[in-house]
């Protein structure tokens, strides 16, 4: 996991900040829908007097279908933001748990004996040492 740096806690602040603009978002989108609907009904028509609620005009037609043609796109939008928090979680899970396994195979290879060859190469620096440092 070389070159890979993460600060779960950091991530959990800025995952706590989308979740925020996500959860502004979702009032936005719920607003947006009704003042689109309060528009198309308050467009007029192109009518003369009538019975009952009033007629869709032209203007309202299109403004409905508008926003029938972006639904799919704000549901997109929506899934998106969390399905890509869900993938951050996890992927910040899964570098953690990474660590934990790294530190604890450090410290089962620490624990063990020395290998020949590492005690040849302690073995060959003392020699060294002692010829150099005269002790």
Request: proline share 5%; net charge negative.
């Amino acid at each position: 996991m070389t070159g890979w740096d993460i600060s779960p806690g950091g991530v959990e602040s800025v995952l706590s900040l989308v979740g925020l603009a996500a959860d502004d978002l979702s009032k936005d989108v719920k607003g947006y829908g009704t003042s689109v609907e309060e528009a198309a009904q308050s467009a007029g028509t192109i009518s003369g007097p009538y019975c009952g609620g009033p007629p869709m005009g032209p203007v309202g037609a299109a403004v409905a279908n508008f926003v029938t043609d972006t639904e799919s796109s704000v549901t997109f939008v929506a899934a998106r933001i969390r399905k890509t928090m869900d993938g951050t979680v996890k992927a910040t899970d899964a570098y953690v748990d990474g660590d934990l396994v790294m530190a604890a195979r450090a410290q089962r290879e620490a624990a063990k004996a020395p290998t020949p060859a590492e005690l040849r190469a302690v073995a060959g620096q003392a020699e060294h040492g002692h010829g150099e440092g005269g002790q």
